[in-house]
């Protein structure tokens, strides 16, 4: 689904279901075990499931993932900031004003850090879930190395499950093993599923995101200027970039529970619907000639790229305010930033999943 109408629609419609088992070439064999998306699609979390279940799990995790406990981050989201600007600054300066890759030093650790902090991750297996959950974005990775990631991130989070249970903290893991509704609560394989989401999915995205964000300003001083002479909001900013270069590009699978009319196709049974964000967030359809251009005055800035409706992104807000507390200190630190390759050179990710770049090098001189 390519379009803003067609993804809106397949988002909203109850007869396209998360779950595998209503897709007829899956369950007919026909997917071969080595499918670069096996992983997004056998996975037991919210992000597979429907109904009822969905409803439940959903229900349990935001008890442990509120609003309040997000903003009660931003204090410690502007410390984690501060740190890595001037990590970034300490780079510049060794480099004697050479490249230095902005991703690496800044965009990947914040989230990382937040995301870990927030789940009580000790900061010594850090690095390593930065690389487990990489392979699960690269459509490059082989089935192989994606089982073996796989298998030892379970190990990792399994065993941090069993040290919150025996020393609970102030952290979401512990808010999950706790959680309760009228004395239901997560299994065993729902709790580690949950984190394999909620760490997966709530820093990646996110990591992208930043570089999406801070190339779109420094290629567009015009836009950059607004916001700097305070006739803009950053928080525009960062709602335009959604639209304009989601992170998110595409997310599998949705399928058919019977035979409909989308988005005026015709399509059978048991099919399989890819959703794509990117495409969505430049649909001329929705948003006009313009859809093309980056512009952040422009009167509408939505976009589909935390999802719609019941799979709506529970971290929605917390990626919002990472961005919106980086961005603006990165640009009034370093006023002369600038990417130090030209925009054909910067290689972009490996994946259909996300859209960004594996590296931002740029020059803060």
């Known amino acids: 689904m390519t379009t ?3 993804v809106t629609e397949a988002l909203a419609d109850p007869r396209i279901q998360k779950n595998r088992k209503h897709w007829k070439a899956f ?3 026909e997917v071969p075990p080595d499918w670069p998306l096996m992983s997004w699609i056998i996975n037991e ?3 597979s499931q429907d109904g009822e279940i969905h409803t439940r799990l959903r229900k349990l995790i935001s008890k442990a993932f509120t609003p309040r406990r997000v903003e009660l981050m931003r204090d410690d989201i502007v410390g984690i900031v501060d740190r890595l600007l001037n990590d ?3 780079e510049a300066a ?3 004003g050479g490249p230095v890759d902005f991703k690496e030093i800044v965009a990947m650790p914040l989230p990382l850090t937040v995301i870990s902090e927030l789940f009580g991750v000790e900061v010594a297996i850090r690095g390593e879930m930065h690389d487990l959950v990489s392979t699960f974005f690269d459509q490059s990775t082989t089935p192989e190395q994606a089982m073996q990631s796989f298998t030892r991130l379970w190990e990792v989070l399994t065993r941090l499950v069993a040290e919150k249970r025996e020393r609970p903290g102030d952290d979401l893991t512990s808010g999950l093993i706790a959680s309760r509704d009228d004395q239901d609560k997560l299994t065993e394989d729902e709790l580690i599923w949950a984190l394999v989401l909620f760490i997966s999915a709530g820093y ?3 990591m992208n995101l930043i570089p999406n964000v801070v190339r779109a300003l420094i290629q567009h001083p015009d836009q950059l200027q607004l916001l700097l002479d305070g006739r803009a909001e950053w928080a525009d900013a960062t709602e335009e970039v959604l639209r304009w270069d989601s992170p998110g590009e595409y997310v599998p699978m949705r399928y058919t529970t019977e035979d409909m009319e989308l988005a005026g196709v015709r399509i059978p049974q048991g099919e399989a619907l890819l959703m794509g964000y990117g495409s969505a967030g430049r649909d001329k359809e929705r948003y006009g000639e313009t859809a093309d251009v980056f512009d952040i005055t422009r009167e509408d800035t939505s976009h589909l790229s935390f999802s719609h409706g019941r799979h709506y992104c529970l971290g929605a807000n ?3 305010m990472e961005v919106n507390e980086l961005v603006p200190r990165l640009f009034e630190r370093f006023p002369r930033i600038r990417i130090a390759v030209e925009d054909a050179d910067l290689e972009p990710m490996p994946s259909i999943i996300v859209s960004g770049v ?5 020059r803060v001189d």
């Not at 594996?358 to 740029?362: D, G, M």
């Open 94 to 96: 060794e480099s004697g």
């Open 204 to 206: 990646e995205t996110t």
């Open 318 to 320: 917390l990626a919002r």
């Open 358 to 362: 594996k590296a931002l090098p740029v």
């Open 27 to 29: 369950n007919a064999g």
């Open 88 to 90: 970034l600054e300490a």
């Open 4 to 6: 803003h109408a067609g």
């Open 45 to 47: 979390n919210m992000l």
